[in-house]
């Protein structure tokens, strides 16, 4: 036996006793205006939050305020008639040049503003952090008031690349000067559906 298989016998054998987890009830949110509060804090951060009755008032609010004649991309086949679709099967350095993506989150966190995001929803991973501006739509009940929740939401899942993205990419460690963008979109807006 050699000396790390020593030391890892070793380690083996002195491991405390097993503890039941701490109960974090008490930690649980208020589920009450949850959209509400979830537009707050996202416009609070830096981003735009807005509720919307369907797929149509998304489709009239980035015809506004977005730049159309420029590359605008998708997950969500509704919204092709004005973004291209996003294929998982395509080069990733093909998506280099996006000024928009439209893509779906799995579901939002009122008190900081994040939305989780799994690898299955992004179409191609890169898609959230390589274009100028992103745009995520949710579902109102699909946002819980705490991190609590949404750990408890994500709970096992094995859903592969994931994370929480929260409003526009922002910095401030460079001689204390903010930087927008500087390492993913410039804005994000989140579509609410009610």
């Known amino acids: ?26 930690f649980g949110g208020d589920n009450s205006n949850l959209p509400e509060k979830y537009i707050q804090v996202f416009n609070s951060i830096g981003g735009t939050a807005l509720l919307v009755d369907s797929m149509d008032a998304i489709i009239n609010f980035v015809q506004a305020n977005f730049e159309v004649s420029k590359r605008l991309v998708t997950t969500l086949p509704e919204l092709t008639v004005i973004a291209e679709q996003v294929s998982a099967t395509v080069d990733p350095h093909h998506y280099e040049n996006i000024e928009l993506a439209i893509i779906r989150g ?3 966190v009122a008190e900081n503003g994040a939305i989780w995001l799994t690898e299955s929803l992004m179409g191609q991973r890169i898609i959230p952090y390589i274009c100028q501006h992103l ?10 008031p705490t991190l609590h929740e949404a750990y408890d939401r994500i709970g096992l899942a094995d859903t592969g690349f994931s994370g929480f993205i929260s409003g526009p990419s922002k910095t401030a460690d460079i001689e204390q000067a903010l930087v927008l963008g500087a390492h993913g979109p410039l804005t994000m807006t989140v579509f609410i559906i009610k």
């Open 135 to 144: 745009a995520v739509i949710i579902h109102a009940q699909d946002i819980v």
């Open 106 to 108: 799995d579901f939002g």
């Open 1 to 26: 036996m050699n000396t790390r298989e020593k030391i890892l016998e070793a380690v083996l054998k002195n491991q405390p006793a097993t503890m039941a987890l701490p109960d974090i009830a008490a």
